[in-house]
């Protein structure tokens, strides 16, 4: 049986404050896979991704186990965020222009964490951090090294900074962190919930250009009921309660590892899933009623299939039910709506995206009622 969680506490508001800075970084590379929507975008924004989602995460521990409730505290966590804010600003030209900014602001944000991490109350987390900050320095200065000579070197750099990162927890056990289930889960459902929110935003934005007009509206409702969709998908039906009480009951000693492959790893692909999906649509609304390129009616399919899978991935890491087969049906369907988008329309293939979402989750809460199975209400109690 786990033991209880240190903290109990929920969210402060300069820690949302500061999720809204980050999620810029989001929005940013959103726009870069909508400039560059090939292979070689993907790429760059998989890695900048890889390297900046570890550095979110690891305020998100470094909140859930420092209090900043002084003014030092709340100063350095204010200058982690201008970091989070200049590198988001560096994301557009990290690969097309060579220099120092991304790097720079990266490496800041690697120190302020460091600085603030040691300040924490117990003595056995400031030591498990200890031994992870090398590792992030080193990171920092191949994310900031790879960048500044740029070319291939920075594809190879930012490649070794990731295994650095995300590879040394594995390789050396998650020892000596605390983790408050509650505030650890509503910390993380908030990025989600604003990443999707950007989303909406992308779709507003495309669309302003375009006049208002019945298919403009038309096209903005569809958008906001696949948003809702991935909302449901995350939130629907206490799953994020579920997701806490997991997390709550986990022994003690094995919480870490299972924050790390559930909030971490995964979280890394429902995030990158959001982008791809973003992406896709940006270019989509713009001209609702045309069929779209190729890269488009992939971005769009492929996004929504990436968050669907880390979805359940992240459930699946926290012991959750997963209705394995009702999912996998889902994402055959998501699948099927490439050729509607190529052949028929965006507003086809965006629409079919949104009706597939209710249908999905409809036959998962269905999977959970017969013969007394556990349904994600139940786990959350």
Wanted: aromatic share 10%.
């Amino acid at each position: 049986m786990g033991g209880p969680s240190p903290r109990i506490e929920r969210v402060s508001t300069l820690e949302l404050f500061f999720d809204l800075v980050f999620v810029f970084t989001i929005t940013e590379l959103t726009f870069l896979l909508a400039a560059e929507p090939t292979v070689r975008g993907l790429l760059q924004v998989g890695l900048l991704l890889g390297v900046i989602w570890w550095m979110y995460g690891g305020y998100a521990w470094l909140t859930n186990a420092v209090a900043v409730d002084r003014l030092g505290r709340r100063a350095l966590l204010l200058g982690g965020m201008a970091g989070f804010f200049v590198l988001a600003l560096a994301v557009p030209g990290a690969f097309a222009d060579p220099g120092p900014g991304f790097g720079l602001a990266y490496l800041g944000v690697v120190l302020v964490h460091s600085a603030l991490f040691g300040r924490a109350a117990s003595v056995g987390v400031a030591r498990a951090m200890a031994r992870i900050t090398p590792f992030n320095i080193l990171a920092a200065l191949c994310v900031l090294g790879g960048l500044w000579i740029g070319g291939t070197t920075a594809y190879v750099l930012l490649g070794v900074a990731i295994v650095l990162e995300w590879g040394t927890p594995r390789a050396k056990p998650v020892g000596g962190f605390e983790i408050g289930a509650a505030h650890f889960t509503e910390r993380h459902g908030l990025v989600v919930i604003v990443a999707i929110g950007e989303s909406i935003v992308g779709v507003g934005l495309a669309l302003r250009d375009a006049g208002f007009g019945v298919g403009a509206a038309a096209t903005a409702l569809v958008g906001l009921a696949l948003a809702a969709g991935l909302w449901f998908v995350y939130f629907g039906s206490d799953r994020d309660r579920a997701a806490e009480a997991a997390l709550a009951g986990a022994p003690s000693d094995r919480r870490p590892r299972i924050a790390l492959d559930a909030f971490g790893t995964w979280h890394l692909g429902i995030l990158l899933g959001i982008v791809v999906l973003a992406a896709g649509l940006e270019h989509a609304v713009e001209e609702p009623f045309d069929t779209v390129a190729t890269a488009d009616a992939l971005f769009m399919a492929g996004g929504l299939a990436l968050y669907l899978v880390c979805d359940a991935g992240f459930r699946g890491a926290l012991g959750l039910p997963v209705a394995v087969g009702r999912r996998l049906v889902a994402l055959a369907f998501v699948a099927a709506t490439v050729p509607l988008g190529l052949g028929v329309a965006a507003f086809a293939q965006i629409a079919a995206l949104a009706a597939i979402l209710p249908a999905m989750l409809a036959a998962e809460d269905a999977a959970w009622i017969p013969g007394g199975r556990r349904t994600a209400r139940s786990a959350a109690r």
